[in-house]
């Protein structure tokens, strides 16, 4: 049975910011999602968003990565504005890597087979991609797995597959989507692990959104609450637990993360 850690966060110490959305509205139909809102992502932070179903989470996602422009606002990354700025430019430019909640593999290949075909995609010179390839499976300890067709691997080995490949073109940017949900306590630590292991990379911001709010809460430097399409709580998992509005409308005065 697999050891678990305790989880000591390193708190990031860059105060640049490589996400800025200034001023966002969002609306689908005639439902407004976001109303204007502004958020930064710093360097090197991990970053959690919670609340309930939507509230927009998914929507901030799709706004970083060009899935969704704006009705109003404008979307900053590393600098450069990127508003209208299309889906393949943002991931190639400025490193993106999404895992989804669901899919993101291909059944049928073997684990081995999902990673060469995505590093077929990200990199061009076979050395490298050999390289990279190798690196990722010591990382994630993928050595009994590399011939199993990823329909047969469990629920945790999936979601450590499509991690890893969305990590083979070094993003600097992490967006992880519902990473916790249906899985055991064991694999969610092991997942808390590998998250926390990838602020020790090189300049990678990690974003998670989930609505696990225990287990996201233990594995960031920063959250935020999201309700009627505003941010109305900000801070360390200890300030947002005790926030007063993010109790009224959403944890509960009970909440607590131990």
Do not use: W
Not at 30 to 46: F, G, P, V
Not at 52 to 81: A, Q
Not at 92 to 99: A, E, S
């Amino acid at each position: 049975m697999a050891v678990i850690k305790k989880f000591q966060i390193k708190r990031f110490v860059a105060n640049e910011s490589i996400v800025d959305i200034k001023n966002v509205s969002v609306f689908y139909n005639k439902r407004q999602i976001l109303n204007n809102l502004n958020l930064k992502i710093k360097k090197q932070e991990i970053l959690g968003m919670l609340g309930p179903n939507g509230v927009g989470k998914s929507t901030i996602f799709n706004l970083i990565t060009g899935l969704k422009d704006p009705n109003y606002g404008e979307i900053i990354i590393d600098g450069i504005n990127v508003t209208n700025l299309p889906i393949n430019e943002r991931f190639t430019k400025f490193r993106l890597g999404l895992v989804p909640q669901y899919g993101g593999l291909i059944h049928d290949l073997t684990l081995i087979e999902n990673l060469k075909l995505v590093s077929e995609i990200h990199i061009k010179e076979s050395g490298l991609r050999e390289q990279k390839i190798s690196k990722l499976i010591y990382k994630f300890e993928f050595e009994a797995l590399l011939n199993i067709k990823a329909k047969h691997l469990s629920g945790g080995q999936k979601k450590k597959l499509v991690i890893a490949m969305a990590l083979i073109n070094d993003p600097k940017i992490l967006l992880l989507d519902e990473p916790f949900a249906a899985l055991d306590i064991l694999t969610i630590k092991m997942l808390q692990e590998i998250i926390l292991n990838l602020q020790e990379s090189d300049d990678i911001s990690v974003v998670i959104c989930d609505h696990q709010a225990r287990d996201l809460l233990n594995c960031v430097d920063r959250a935020i609450i999201l309700s009627n399409g505003k941010i109305i709580a900000s801070g360390s998992p200890s300030e947002v637990i005790s926030d007063k509005d993010a109790k009224t409308q959403y944890f509960g005065d009970e909440f607590n993360i131990n």
